[in-house]
């Protein structure tokens, strides 16, 4: 893109929220464009070729990354893709008439047609918003990491972790998300199965055309995790392409390996469990492939009390 990496942020970040509003606007106002939609919600285009990834991401999440850029963007700007990032401030689920208006405007534009591949990303609340707006785009492929069906009581009555977002329309336009990716091409869901809640919402994405990736003890940010396993711009490649399997994101999947907060969770896990046997050759993996000195001090803790009850016998 035309903007040079100094304006994007990348070697003076803004200091204020005004400043980097204004970063965006200028980075739009060369390249694509930049518009607030409503009080709490901004449309971020960057165009550069017929393939575009439509990303959804917090405000605060944005600030907090190096460069205070968009995930989506820095993903797009790598492929030389063109990007569209519809941001929050805050928790708004999307639910935003002007958000609603937005999209209808690009559907009545026929914005998408003028794109030969589509990605819509999201995660959590923002994996709710790709998922129930790729509607406006059918044929497009959608990446959700631990995404939200819907928060609406007679549905999803069980999950109790945002009360008071409760409040909120989830039965008009772009409503259930569920519904809104049944004229998606592939959607893959990717989710923790051990927190139940997460679990619950992904099972109810439904269809020949959804694909459900498993990811064990990353909790409910998926997308964090992966992020620090530096291999969602691969996911997203993926899932663009139409080369996104079971089998190829087991071979991405196997990063946890040397990602230490999973290795921890499984730690922890199995000595809770007792396995006392797997615990040992968890600790000898972990230390023969990298540095881990809790792993190498349970190690040594377990032969020493093998060690002990060798003697006694």
């Known amino acids: 893109m035309a903007a040079t990496p100094a304006s994007e942020g990348s070697a003076t970040a803004p200091d204020s929220r005004e400043s980097w509003l204004a970063l965006l606007d200028q980075i739009g106002e060369d390249a694509g ?38 995930l989506g963007h820095d993903i797009a700007k790598e492929k030389g893709w063109s990007h569209l990032c519809l941001i929050a401030d805050g928790d708004t689920w999307y639910r935003d008439p002007r958000v609603y208006g937005y999209f209808d405007r690009l559907v009545d534009d026929a914005f998408f047609e003028d794109f030969d591949s589509v990605l819509f990303m999201g995660a959590g609340v923002q994996g709710y918003a790709a998922a129930a707006y790729s509607v406006a785009a059918p044929g497009a492929a959608v990446l959700a990491l631990s995404p939200r069906a819907t928060l609406s009581p007679d549905t999803a009555g069980w999950d109790k972790r945002a009360m008071k977002s409760r409040k909120l329309d989830f039965t008009s336009r772009y ?10 091409g592939r959607v893959f869901i990717l989710h923790d199965p051990e927190v139940t809640e997460d679990a619950m919402h992904a099972a109810l994405f439904r269809g020949e055309h959804v694909t459900h990736l498993r990811c064990p ?11 620090h396993m530096q291999i969602v711009p691969q996911l997203a490649q993926a899932a663009m392409a139409g080369t996104l399997t079971r089998h190829s994101f087991a071979q991405l999947w196997r990063g ?37 000195p809790r792993f190498r001090k349970r190690l040594a803790d377990i032969l020493a009390a093998e060690a002990e009850q060798s003697l006694k016998e």
């Open 175 to 184: 409503g259930y998300a569920p519904d809104m990716v049944d004229g998606a």
């Open 33 to 70: 464009y930049f518009e607030p939609l409503g009080a709490r919600h901004w449309a971020f285009f960057i165009d550069e070729n017929p393939t575009l990834l439509v990303s959804f991401e917090q405000a605060d999440d944005i600030r907090a990354r190096p460069g205070q850029m968009p």
């Open 256 to 292: 946890r390996r040397n990602f230490g907060p999973y290795l921890r969770v499984l730690l922890t896990q199995t000595q809770a469990e007792g396995r006392l046997k797997l615990e040992k050759m968890i600790c000898q993996n972990v230390t023969s492939r990298v540095n881990a």
């Open 217 to 227: 003890r990353l909790g409910s940010r998926p997308d964090v995790a992966l992020a």
